[in-house]
């Protein structure tokens, strides 16, 4: 029925959406914020219909048809039945997790994200050691239908969240969260940039009635079980306390009109960190070493440590003598300044030490001493309803995280410029924020603008030492007008040591997005079109030792020169003479780099029929080449044209290329622009009950491509600590007398990085590419749980893989290591200072690399790698009815890659079983309300007291069972074809790990074994799998449940007790596996040897107001 007027009524902020069925009688209304609705048609000579009860899920294509009555009187009619659970709309496939779910599902660390390992074909690929909305690699560590793990898309309100390594930047709380949804097909052309799925979350709006919460959860060390490896020795649990506490508010500003929302967090962690060091004594910090000792005779009588005076260093009898100072003082005159000052800074043992040596005199118990996490988080969100025509919303979410230790030499009221690099701060800082505009042209047409920010910190390194005032500390003009004003960073043998590295940024990643769409409804087809931009930008402020790096030992001040023993010299001695072992500064460049995102696409979803509808779309993408602002960066390596360094009998070439000089691109790769990707659905309906539902779509990658190093551009100067053999050269005082280097940029050319490893990328690298397909049925079964089977498949091309460019061929390689490590005498002798290649003589291997001036060459995202994925995907999900929502998931499948060389020589890389390839894996996820007391089946009628007493209680749960990872073949050995697998496999011997050696013998062997392995001789090409599929790292087991008891107040206020039970089983996970390093004493063992990759057993106690 044509010109029929359909209109969307929110039932929870009262506004309306508005369009008209086409000639067909067809009708969509697009841009629906998640939530409850009411649909209402009308057409002059029918009767009004109303559909009540509709809700609309994120990323949700419902089907609602609609009969009219005729009428013959102006009437409505009321209509409650459900629209399809099934999905006959589009070929896409992924899970929603509802906000009864979102909000009481036990979730470690309050990470949203966690949802997503529900889904089938979700690999999870991190530990739940760290899952708090602040831990990147937890919230990312996942791999969906066999994608990369990190390389999925992560939307929040439709725009990406991803920092410039792909790690999720933000994470919403879940107060904050309406719905989640983790889309693992991406056969809409609408979205891309992924090599896997896409994980969408949804915030919360405003409504026409205020809604909010208010809770605190809590833990505590007396509710947590201890580690496997802690009860395995013996060892108490480890104190830890967290809080976290928050609320949230939401409501009408102007009714049906201006809705406001906003949700704070915060996340208290200390935990006791205690601390021993050592520090100088009284006397010794005057040069008084009179009583500084080293041990004791058979006596019992302590051994005096002699210090003796560097600068008396001389030759006797072709062996080099000292004269130790009298009465083992140094002379006032020979203290140095800087010295003293320091040393004046650092505060007293607090406690007598060692009974001979003094040592371990300052100690912070876990009383005085802690590590901390603090972390807060907010959003607010405005949605303004400004015509029936134009809607928007604007959301601004910020979160910060300020982690440290107490200092060693600071107290709470006074921070110590002198404390060390142990204590650096840890800061990172994230704003997300997305702003949308819809606006209906007409009846049939639908614009959708948004903006996108996000803006990641992270900031490490000391503070308290900046603006010390280097010459208010001793040292020379030259120094300290040069230098970065903080406290140098000085490390002294067996001691505390003083100063810092400098704070540093470490990386402020920002990303700016725009997308715009447009809905056009033409008939039986659906069009949109539209397009996105990404401006990514990384900086990187790494002040290195800017201020100096200076190591103190008991050389200088020791009886020998040459070697240090226990007897002689002392590191504080050294230091008082200003006379450190090695020193250096560091100068380096800023990095501010970015690449640009470019997309364009097209979507048509054709209703062919009732029973059919086809999605058919075609996607552009293009990833600009990464840029420098200062072309700091390499664009390649020359491999032709002839090195600056010649020498006799070598014809070299070579030498880094880089960007932005002669004539070089400013990127770091070529420009690709024939990314293409093809998108095709179908949907067919069997019958009312049944969809048979495939897909196809070619699917480009968001990578953040590493440029490698460029040489030149960071510069360190190292400090002359001796010229004549045991004598001190330059001091504390004027380290650098002839000035700090600066860095000399691209200036060198193909010179740059003589004698040093180098890393570039290949500047003729492809975006790398995924078809996903799959062919699934859905079914709808009573109770409105929908089940579904399918075949689901991927294919990832062009992945970068690193390669080492300069080895020996494999040619040399079979001459054997005699032949490789023979001296012969080193044509670079004297050209290269400061690197290994400049000595007298040089191992023959160096001279056969194809580039022997240069060390190993890393050539980083060569596109040559690929990964396939084929599973079986099961789903059983029930809707919320009577109080129940789950979702269970199981997923066989296989995931093949050739992701890196087995060996430098090899022409490809090795096909073989990928390390993060889950064989099996079962996920369930829900949430049910006991039925029992007011307004429940049973007991419903019971006395007042009873019945207060047994309503309100839930149950919930996520349950992960998946297979453990492919066991990585054993290093520094050789596989002999005995399967490794055991049957009576266990924590302490995990494989067969029974070993030929090179002379006959076995080792790690049990009675009756046959050697599984042989060790392996040095400089031999590696003939076998990287991987093992048959033998696997132990399975990962994990059940979190959560009981709570809602009580009601009033009747718009409740109060919910609750208890979270995370890890319930106190089941230990191993994603790291056992040790593979043949050569180690713990070759095969788990236990004692790995940490575990999950928390213990946590009990998480919690109060929640809700109105």
Same mark, same amino acid.
């Not at 050592?278 to 019992?300: H, I, K, M, N």
């Not at 447009?518 to 996105?532: D, F, N, P």
């Not at 510069?715 to 001190?728: D, E, H, L, N």
């Not at 149950?955 to 005995?978: E, K, Y």
């Given at each position: 029925m044509s010109g029929a007027s359909v209109t969307a009524h929110s039932t929870e902020d009262g506004t309306n959406h508005a369009v008209e069925t086409d000639s067909s009688g067809r009708y969509q209304i697009p841009f629906l914020n998640p939530g409850r609705y009411d649909v209402i048609v009308k057409k002059d000579g029918f009767s009004t219909v109303r559909q009540t009860g509709m809700t609309i899920s994120m990323a949700q294509n419902t089907n609602l048809d609609i009969t009219l009555p005729v009428a013959s009187v102006t009437q409505e009619v009321t209509v409650s039945a459900a629209p399809d659970l099934i999905n006959a709309q589009s070929a896409d496939r992924g899970m929603t997790i509802e906000n009864k779910r979102v909000e009481n599902t036990p979730l470690q660390g309050q990470n949203i994200f966690a949802q997503a390992w529900s889904a089938p074909g979700v690999a999870v690929t991190a530990g739940a050691q760290r899952l708090r909305a602040f831990d990147t690699s937890g919230s990312s560590g996942m791999s969906i239908n066999g994608g990369q793990p990190a390389g999925n898309q992560v939307l929040v309100d439709g725009t990406s969240t991803l920092s410039q390594s792909s790690t999720v930047a933000y994470v919403p709380p879940v107060s904050a969260t309406e719905e989640f949804r983790v889309q693992t097909s991406v056969y809409d052309a609408q979205y891309g940039w992924t090599s896997g799925g896409i994980v969408n979350v949804s915030t919360k709006s405003g409504t026409n009635r205020f809604h909010g919460s208010a809770y605190e959860l809590f833990q505590n060390t007396v509710l947590n079980a201890n580690t496997y490896n802690s009860n395995r020795t013996g060892t108490p649990r480890g104190a830890s306390h967290i809080n976290t506490f928050g609320g949230s508010i939401g409501g009408p500003i102007l009714k049906n009109k201006l809705f406001g929302f906003f949700a704070y967090e915060e996340l208290r962690q200390f935990v006791p960190d205690p601390f021993v060091t050592?520090?100088?004594?009284?006397?010794?910090?005057?040069?008084?070493?009179?009583?500084?000792?080293?041990?004791?005779?058979?006596?019992?009588?302590?051994?005096?440590?002699t210090i003796y005076n560097p600068y008396s260093t001389r030759l006797v009898n072709g062996k080099y003598v000292r004269d130790p100072f009298p009465g083992n003082i140094i002379p006032q005159s020979m203290l140095n300044p800087v010295a003293v000052k320091v040393l004046a800074g650092i505060p007293e043992g607090n406690t007598a030490g060692n009974s001979v040596t003094n040592l371990n005199n300052l100690v912070n118990g876990p009383g005085s001493r802690k590590f901390t996490d603090l972390f807060d988080s907010w959003v607010a969100r405005a949605d303004y309803a400004a015509t029936p025509a134009t809607r928007m919303f604007v959301r601004y979410s910020r979160n910060k995280l300020s982690e440290s230790r107490q200092f060693i030499y600071s107290t709470t009221s006074k921070v110590n410029p002198f404390d060390t690099t142990k204590n650096a701060l840890y800061n990172r800082e994230n704003h997300n924020a997305t702003v949308q505009m819809t606006h209906i042209l007409s009846?049939?047409?639908?614009?959708?603008?948004?903006?996108?920010?996000?803006?990641?910190?992270?900031?490490?390194?000391?503070?308290?030492?900046?603006?010390?005032?280097?010459?208010?500390?001793?040292?020379?003009?030259?120094?300290?007008?040069?230098?970065?004003?903080?406290?140098?960073?000085?490390?002294?043998?067996?001691?505390?040591?003083?100063?810092?590295?400098?704070?540093?940024?470490?990386?402020?990643?920002?990303?700016?997005?725009?997308?715009?769409?447009?809905?056009?409804?033409?008939?039986?087809?659906?069009?949109?079109?539209?397009?996105?931009?990404y401006l990514n930008r990384v900086y990187v402020i790494n002040q290195g030792f800017s201020s100096g790096n200076f190591t103190f030992n008991t050389i200088f001040t020791g009886s020998d020169p040459n070697a240090s023993n226990s007897y002689s010299g002392s590191s504080i001695a050294s230091f008082l003479l200003g006379t450190p072992q090695s020193g250096y500064i560091d100068v380096n460049t800023t990095e501010a780099r970015q690449q640009k995102m470019i997309s364009a696409f097209i979507q048509d979803d054709i209703h062919v029929s009732d029973r059919l509808t086809v999605n058919a779309g075609l996607r552009w993408d293009v990833l600009t080449p990464m840029t420098d602002r200062h072309n700091a960066v390499a664009r390649g390596f020359d491999t032709t044209t002839a090195s600056p360094l010649q020498v006799p009998g070598l014809d070299l070439k070579g030498g880094l290329i880089y960007a932005g000089v002669n004539g070089a691109p400013r990127g770091i790769f070529d420009n690709d622009w024939n990314n293409f990707g093809p998108r095709l659905g179908a949907a067919f309906?069997?019958?009312?009950?049944?969809?048979?539902?495939?897909?196809?779509?070619?699917?480009?990658?968001?990578?953040?491509?590493?440029?490698?190093?460029?040489?030149?551009?960071?510069?360190?100067?190292?400090?002359?600590?001796?010229?004549?053999?045991?004598?001190?050269?330059?001091?504390?005082? *004027?380290?650098?007398?002839?000035?700090?280097? =600066?860095? +000399?940029? @691209?200036?060198?050319?193909?010179?740059?990085?003589?004698?040093? &490893?180098?890393?570039?990328?290949?500047?003729?690298?492809?975006?790398?590419?995924?078809?996903?397909?799959?062919?699934?049925?859905?079914?709808?079964?009573?109770?409105?749980v929908i089940a579904s089977a399918a075949y689901v498949g991927s294919h990832t091309s062009a992945l970068g893989v690193d390669k080492m460019v300069n080895e020996v061929s494999a040619s040399d390689l079979a001459k054997g290591t005699a032949y490789l490590s023979a001296s012969v005498t080193n044509p670079f002798s004297g050209l290269l200072p400061g690197t290994s290649l400049n000595g007298k003589t040089i191992q023959r291997r160096q001279l056969l690399r194809p580039y022997p001036q240069f060390l190993?060459?890393?050539?980083?995202?060569?596109?040559?790698?690929?990964?396939?994925? *084929?599973?079986?995907?099961?789903?059983?999900? =029930?809707? +919320?009815? @009577?109080?129940?929502?789950?979702?269970?998931?199981?997923?066989? &499948?296989?995931?093949?890659?050739?992701?890196?060389?087995?060996?430098?020589?090899?022409?490809?890389?090795?096909?073989?079983?990928?390390?993060?390839?889950?064989?099996?894996?079962?996920?369930?996820?829900?949430?049910?309300?006991?039925?029992?007391?007011?307004?429940?089946?049973?007991?419903?009628?019971?006395?007042?007291?009873?019945?207060?007493?047994?309503?309100?209680?839930?149950?919930?749960?996520?349950?992960?069972?998946?297979?453990?990872?492919?066991?990585?073949?054993?290093?520094?050995?050789?596989?002999?074809?005995?399967?490794?697998?055991?049957?009576?496999?266990?924590?302490?011997?995990?494989?067969?790990?029974?070993?030929?050696?090179?002379?006959?013998?076995?080792?790690?062997?049990?009675?009756?074994?046959?050697?599984?392995w042989k060790t392996r001789p040095s400089d031999t090409l590696q003939t076998w799998s990287t991987y093992w599929s048959s033998v696997r790292n132990p399975p990962i087991r994990n059940l979190d449940a959560s009981l709570m008891k809602e009580s009601r107040i009033k009747d718009a206020l409740s109060f919910t007790l609750r208890a979270d039970f995370l890890n319930l089983t106190n089941t230990p996970q191993w994603f790291k596996g056992p040790t593979t390093d043949a050569n180690s004493g713990n070759f095969g063992k788990i236990a004692g040897v790995s940490d575990q990759s999950n928390l213990p057993r946590v009990i998480q106690l919690s109060g929640k107001f809700t109105f």
């Open positions: 050592s520090v100088p004594t009284s006397l010794e910090r005057t040069g008084d070493f009179s009583q500084t000792y080293y041990g004791v005779d058979q006596a019992g009588n302590k051994l005096l440590k009846p049939s047409m639908t614009l959708d603008l948004r903006l996108g920010l996000e803006r990641y910190l992270v900031r490490n390194g000391a503070y308290q030492g900046i603006g010390i005032g280097l010459g208010n500390l001793g040292f020379s003009d030259t120094f300290a007008g040069e230098a970065v004003d903080n406290v140098p960073n000085m490390l002294w043998t067996g001691y505390g040591g003083a100063g810092a590295q400098p704070q540093g940024i470490s990386p402020l990643s920002q990303g700016n997005a725009f997308q715009g769409l447009l809905y056009k409804q033409a008939g039986r087809h659906t069009l949109r079109v539209g397009g996105e931009f309906r069997l019958n009312d009950k049944t969809v048979l539902r495939g897909g196809y779509g070619l699917v480009y990658s968001q990578t953040f491509d590493d440029p490698g190093n460029a040489p030149g551009f960071s510069q360190q100067t190292a400090m002359v600590t001796s010229v004549t053999a045991g004598i001190p050269q330059d001091t504390l005082t *004027n380290p650098f007398p002839n000035g700090i280097l =600066k860095p +000399v940029g @691209s200036s060198l050319g193909l010179a740059a990085g003589l004698g040093q &490893s180098l890393t570039y990328a290949n500047p003729r690298r492809h975006q790398p590419w995924t078809q996903q397909f799959s062919l699934e049925v859905q079914r709808e079964l009573p109770w409105r190993g060459i890393n050539q980083q995202t060569n596109s040559v790698g690929s990964s396939s994925y *084929n599973a079986l995907q099961t789903l059983f999900q =029930k809707q +919320v009815t @009577s109080g129940a929502s789950a979702s269970v998931s199981y997923t066989y &499948s296989k995931t093949l890659g050739q992701t890196s060389f087995a060996n430098p020589q090899d022409a490809r890389p090795e096909k073989v079983i990928v390390g993060y390839d889950v064989a099996h894996s079962i996920q369930i996820n829900g949430v049910y309300d006991l039925p029992f007391g007011r307004g429940q089946r049973f007991g419903a009628s019971t006395p007042a007291v009873i019945r207060t007493m047994i309503s309100g209680w839930r149950i919930s749960a996520l349950a992960r069972m998946q297979s453990g990872f492919p066991l990585l073949s054993a290093t520094n050995a050789i596989p002999t074809g005995v399967s490794p697998k055991l049957s009576n496999a266990n924590l302490k011997r995990w494989f067969n790990t029974c070993t030929e050696l090179s002379n006959g013998g076995t080792q790690n062997c049990e009675s009756g074994e046959t050697p599984v």
